[in-house]
């Protein structure tokens, strides 16, 4: 994947269009677009920028890491979409709307981010040993 593909697949994964992240960058929608189909690259800055509002490295943008989770974002992205799509969706007899949807993932997410750090954290201190 070229790092459009990846900046276009980790904006959807946030639930953010390309006007919010632009916002958020200080960068018009534009932009963003320019990178997302590659016709533009963004400067370290403003890749750092990206790396830490998206929770990926520099290094997953630039094709030598797969990013952390990346098996499972790709997961939660296609669950969120079936969550979506379902006509009706309950949970413990209430019906659930795309607020909650997305509440759903993004814990899901969170938690198996927590997850990850903290098994990093641990082999550096197994490292330091």
């Given at each position: ?64 890491d797969y990013g952390p ?30 607020g909650d ?29």
């Amino acid at each position: 994947m070229t790092l459009g593909e990846k900046l276009k697949v980790l904006r959807r994964r946030e639930g953010l269009s390309q006007a919010e992240l632009a916002a958020r960058l200080g960068v018009s929608p534009s932009a963003v677009g320019m990178y997302e189909q590659d016709r533009r690259r963004p400067t370290p800055e403003r890749l750092a920028q990206l790396c830490q509002l998206l929770g990926v490295s520099a290094d997953y943008f630039l094709g030598k890491d797969y990013g952390p989770l990346h098996e499972l974002d790709d997961i939660l992205s296609r669950l969120h979409d079936e969550l979506r799509g379902a006509d009706t969706l309950m949970f413990c007899g209430e019906t659930l709307d795309e607020g909650d949807i997305e509440e759903i993932t993004q814990a899901i997410r969170f938690g198996a981010r927590l997850a990850f750090e903290r098994r990093r954290e641990k082999r550096k201190d197994d490292n330091r040993k």
